[in-house]
């Protein structure tokens, strides 16, 4: 049965924190200053190939000034676009939960201490999930709104190893129980157009995620940047760019796919205009986000509409 969240044909995060909080609700993405070990040697240096010298936390608040600065310099820039609404303290900047458990909770209370703040999230990798922070994380979900985010990007072994993940499919399966077993929300990150991928992998990829225990998912196109490990890839010309039709294409499969309870965090990524290689018609996002609701009203698509046959 067609269903419509807001004036949208999937369950869009801004139409669920409207619901759940009753006004508008935006993050404010903060840098903890932490590290990743897939940067510092524990599990690799190189990091993942698409990812940014920031640690995907190019537009979070500068990691040299605290907590409460950071978010006071994002708020302020959020206030020119809503003047009112509240917040959710966003830990976004490499892999939130790699410190120890008295660092994460001092960095953590300074955030959700913060005036209007209602969420927490938490962006970390599968593999940095102890017992022990996976305990400390369930005393905020039991205060506020939290949730973790997980960067699967795909489910291909293959694509797993050539963007330098560092970790298999059975850790994050792990991650998932250990997470849902204390009742923490999941928010999973995928990206298409990886190196090598076809639409099946990346479809496949969606399949296998509409039948998980998540709450929440973000689709991301994969963006070349400059200073990655990614741009030795695209130089020897092994990187081919999707289009803005392929990927319009993509996100309205995916949303057809997912059951209707997941929320759809995202439905493309950014990247700063300074550092992007390609492809450059992702600048034009709110083009990009308009060609996915028109097609999905003119097709009559919305999310949920294949979940039961595939």
């Not at 298999?168 to 792990?174: A, H, N």
């Not at 689709?219 to 990927?247: A, C, N, P, R, W």
Request: a positive charge; proline letters at 2%.
């Amino acid at each position: 049965m067609q269903q419509i969240w807001g004036d949208k044909y999937y369950n869009n995060l801004n139409y669920f924190l409207r619901q759940k909080f009753g006004e508008k609700v935006f993050k404010i993405s903060l840098d903890g200053g932490f590290s990743c070990p897939n940067r510092d040697g524990s599990i690799s240096s190189e990091g993942c190939i698409f990812c940014s010298a920031r640690g995907s936390g190019d537009f979070a608040g500068d990691r040299y000034y605290s907590i409460t600065e950071q978010f006071i310099s994002v708020k302020s820039m959020m206030n020119k676009k809503w003047n009112h609404g509240k917040y959710i303290a966003y830990f976004q900047a490499y892999t939130n939960t790699y410190d120890s458990i008295d660092v994460l909770r001092k960095k953590y209370d300074e955030a959700v201490s913060q005036e209007g703040v209602v969420a927490l999230a938490i962006a970390t990798r599968p593999d940095c999930l102890s017992d022990e922070i996976l305990n400390l994380i369930c005393e905020y979900s039991n205060k506020l709104y939290t949730w973790i985010e997980l960067g699967l990007q795909t489910i291909n072994e293959n694509t797993a190893l050539i963007i330098n993940r560092g970790y298999k499919m059975q850790v994050f399966e792990d991650a998932l129980k250990r997470l849902r077993t204390r009742k923490i929300n999941i928010v999973v990150h995928t990206i298409f157009g990886l190196p090598n991928e076809t639409r099946e992998d990346m479809i496949n990829t969606v399949k296998y995620l509409s039948k998980k225990d998540i709450q929440g998912i973000k689709f991301h196109l994969l963006h070349l940047m400059k200073d990655t490990s990614l741009v030795k890839i695209y130089e020897k010309g092994e990187l081919q760019f999707l289009t803005q039709e392929q990927y319009v294409d993509l996100v309205c499969e995916a949303i057809c796919l997912l059951p209707q309870n997941i929320v759809i965090h995202r439905l493309t990524g950014d990247a700063p205009r300074k550092l992007l290689i390609g492809p450059l018609w992702s600048l034009k996002k709110w083009e990009v986000l308009n060609s996915i609701n028109y097609k999905l009203k003119e097709k009559n698509l919305y999310q949920g509409l294949y979940f039961y046959t595939n």
